[in-house]
Antibody, heavy 119, light 109 residues
Framework: QMQLVQSGPEVKKPGTSVKVSCKAS????????MQWVRQARGQRLEWIGW????????NYAQKFQERVTITRDMSTSTAYMELSSLRSEDTAVYYC????????????WGQGTMVTVSS | EIVLTQSPATLSLSPGERATLSCRAS??????LAWYQQKPGQAPRLLIY???NRATGIPARFSGSGSGTDFTLTISSLEPEDFAVYYC???????????FGQGTKVEIK
């Protein structure tokens, strides 16, 4: 079945970086697009950015423009989201989501990765 | 950037009642408007794409409508499993970026 499996929880110090992975299976990764979304405890979903897998083109929310990089490795069907200059406010669950059956709608979601930023 | 405003913030209803959720964009944008359902501790689930198309496996009681800046998600008759938070998400044409609304919580009255 179509699925995304994300890497495990992370605990980071302020000022460092985190890189979360998202491995796809069961659908054509190269024909897809993938977004990254985060959610702090009890808060709303927040869009971080996305990548069109085939072309590698990316776009990021203005809020994260200077600190985030989304990449993909087509040989392993894996996407990555790296966030730098971490601060406590970045503590959240980070989700990847992919276009599986539809264009411009994300019907396949990863299980989420908890990132905790604490000194 | 586009701002999506969902209303109401909370909807208190009983099973069997009709739920009407609104999503308004700060400017007229693309037709790429999706609705997601999220339950505690779970990832979001796609319900509606392109404003009015139900995703595979989504019950017919869920329907989406609207265009331009005003969109609606309707749940015709609430089932116990429908009590959750609902988010709209829309994509701007250029630059191609996505935005979420702040969510509407549908709770049991």
């Amino acid at each position: 079945q179509m699925q995304l499996v994300q890497s495990g929880p992370e605990v980071k110090k302020p000022g460092t970086s985190v890189k979360v992975s998202c491995k796809a299976s069961g659908f054509t990764f190269t024909s897809s697009a993938m977004q990254w979304v985060r959610q702090a405890r009890g808060q709303r979903l927040e869009w971080i950015g996305w990548i069109v897998v085939g072309s590698g083109n990316t776009n990021y929310a203005q809020k994260f423009q200077e600190r985030v990089t989304i990449t993909r490795d087509m040989s392993t069907s894996t996407a990555y989201m790296e966030l730098s200059s971490l601060r406590s406010e970045d503590t959240a669950v980070y989700y990847c989501a992919a276009e599986g059956n539809y264009d411009n709608a994300f019907d396949i979601w990863g299980q989420g990765t908890m990132v905790t930023v604490s000194s | 950037e586009i701002v999506l405003t969902q209303s109401p913030a909370t909807l208190s209803l009983s099973p069997g009642e009709r739920a009407t959720l609104s999503c308004r964009a700060s400017q007229s944008v693309s037709s790429y408007l999706a609705w997601y359902q999220q339950k505690p501790g779970q990832a979001p689930r796609l319900l509606i794409y392109d404003a009015s198309n139900r995703a595979t496996g989504i019950p017919a009681r869920f329907s989406g409508s609207g265009s331009g800046t005003d969109f609606t998600l309707t749940i015709s008759s609430l089932e116990p499993e429908d009590f959750a938070v609902y988010y709209c998400q829309q994509r701007s044409n250029w630059p191609p970026r996505w935005t979420f609304g702040q969510g509407t919580k549908v709770e049991i009255k």
